[in-house]
């Protein structure tokens, strides 16, 4: 008898799990050694509390009633639990905090795209930490982590979502025009982003800047490249002054800025980072700067945080066993 | 010469307009033009497909980029490809049609409160409809569209026409018209950032052939 599982979901068999074991525990080794303290949430959230560190419940897409006819909601993310958790058991604390988490994530898809309903994420917060030091050490250490699971091509890029906003703002798009750039700018739909652009009448420097931005990735030399000027630039400082923390640690070779970069998630407030591996056509995961995610939860601190899917990492790791 | 990136090549209408594009920029075809069987060519780094196809592989990063018309990057939003550049070939007109005539469509609207539309983009035909305000059944079919209202299955159809001969031959006239599809380039999100120089050079020389 063939009894079904919901597409996008999987059962995972000894050999697969020895597997996905060894990885997730050089993951905990380097996240554990590094001052990072595992946490578990449950699955299950109040859809309310999710909805109030963003405002689509970062995209949950299963919901349920329950016993007193409360909604319910499967987490679409751990960044949103966990911020409920810091601001509800660690009120008092002032210190950074570093908490990392091994769970299960779920989201809704397509049937037939191939993509996971219920996928595993390994990642890390850091909370309390203002500026580039914060986020470098994150990415360094998500870098490290791979690194000892068995990867050796993969890259992160790193970008500002502020920064193309920021750019509309100061070239006066005027702002019932942004959320369709930006729309466009997200999914790098370049066609209509181009014919949206042209349609603003705008002077040929800043029609320049706007078509040019979501091309501009590569070496720290791209930062250079962009004529923004005023608001823009602080946060092409901050993309600056980012990479070369990261190159004080020694990863600035594994760092591709990018200048477009935007996630789909509305709880960052600055930069924004992706994970790639060349054997994955998907990125293997990303993170960002989330200053006032825990404001709303009302205990503001600064925040940043990444997160791996491990099924991703594993297929990368397998392929790269295959090379040597 | 090589581009350094797995391409996917889309059979069908857009087929020899994407071969010319890649002879224009210096890629040798030939074996492609001359296999209409063989659908990998490691060489020059093509692989051919059916245009719908297209974002599935470039998506998963089975290919870096490929060539697809924009109608099925339409009716496949949940694909994550990046949609770099509108190659300008491949034109055509999605459009409603239905009999010349007679206005089936608008009397089924009026008397039973809704039109029935066959179509092989569900999608497309559905958005159409509930953004125009109107309640619409979509019948999705897979072989000629034309039939459908011909034969009473439905008043009116949502498809791609060129010249529009298709639809005259049977009977069928325009009635609205959806949207505008040309052949896109479209890019795996991830290919982007790690094969960034390969792509870019080549986005540089499309646009430069295509003046």
Redesign the interface.
């Known amino acids: 008898m063939i009894h079904p599982i919901p597409p996008g979901t999987r059962d995972v068999l000894p050999d697969e799990m020895r597997e996905l074991r060894a990885i997730t525990e050089r993951l905990r080794g380097v996240f554990e050694g590094a001052g990072y303290g595992e946490v578990w949430t449950p699955a299950l959230e109040y859809e309310e509390v999710l909805r109030t560190g963003e405002g689509s419940a970062a995209g949950a897409g299963y919901r349920m009633f329950d016993e007193h006819g409360q909604v319910l909601a499967l987490r679409s993310d751990m960044t949103i639990p966990i911020a409920r958790l810091v601001s509800t058991r660690y009120r008092d604390e002032s210190d950074p905090l570093r908490l990392c988490y091994f769970a299960h994530a779920y989201r809704a898809v397509e049937h037939g795209s191939g993509h996971q309903r219920e996928f595993q994420q390994a990642g890390l917060e850091l909370i309390g930490v203002r500026g580039a030091e914060a986020e470098a050490e994150v990415i360094a250490l998500v870098l490290a982590a791979l690194d000892e699971a068995g990867l050796a091509r993969h890259r992160v890029g790193l970008g500002d979502g502020a920064l193309y906003r920021t750019l509309l703002a100061a070239l006066e798009v005027p702002a019932e025009r942004h959320p369709e750039l930006l729309r466009c700018l997200m999914r790098r739909d370049l066609v209509t982003l181009e014919m949206l652009v042209v349609g603003l009448g705008l002077p040929r420097y800043a029609r320049a800047a706007l078509l040019r931005l979501p091309e501009l990735r590569g070496g720290p030399g791209v930062l250079d490249q962009l004529e923004g000027g005023g608001p823009a630039d602080d946060a092409l400082e901050g993309l600056r002054v980012l990479h070369a923390a990261l190159a004080d640690r020694g990863v600035a070779e594994r760092v591709i800025l990018d200048l477009g970069l935007v996630r789909e998630l509305g709880y960052y407030t600055g930069t924004v980072y992706e994970v790639y591996d060349p054997a994955v056509g998907f990125t293997l995961g990303g993170g960002g700067r989330y200053d006032d995610l825990l404001g709303r939860f009302g205990s503001p601190r600064p925040a940043c945080g990444m997160a791996l899917d491990v099924q991703r990492v594993h297929i990368a790791q397998a392929a790269e066993e295959r090379l040597r | 010469m090589s581009t350094g990136v797995t391409i996917a090549v889309p059979r069908g209408a857009l087929f020899a307009g994407t071969l010319d594009l890649l002879d224009r920029l210096g890629l040798d075809t030939a074996e492609v033009r001359a296999n209409a069987r063989k659908l990998l060519f490691e060489d020059v780094g093509i692989v051919t497909m059916r245009p719908s196809d297209v974002p ?1 592989y470039v ?4 290919a870096d980029i490929g060539v697809t018309g924009k109608d099925v990057l339409l009716e496949a939003p ?3 490809v ?5 190659l300008g070939f491949g034109r055509c007109e999605m459009v409603v049609a239905a009999r010349r005539g007679d206005d089936a469509m608008g009397e089924a609207l009026r008397r039973l409160g809704r039109v029935r539309v066959a179509t092989k983009y569900p999608r497309i035909a559905g958005r159409h409809f509930a953004e125009t305000g109107r309640q619409a059944e979509i019948v999705a079919v897979k072989g000629s569209v034309e039939l459908a209202p011909l034969t009473g299955l439905v008043e009116g159809i949502v498809d791609l026409t060129a010249t529009g001969r298709t639809l005259a031959e049977n009977g069928l006239e325009v009635v609205e018209e959806i949207v505008t599809c040309t052949a ?1 380039l479209v ?8 094969k ?2 390969q792509i ?1 050079a080549l986005v540089e020389r499309i646009r430069e052939a295509e003046g």
């Open positions: 599935t998506e998963h990063g089975a949940e694909r994550g990046y949609e770099l550049l509108d896109r890019a795996n999100p991830v290919a982007h950032k790690l960034a120089a870019d």
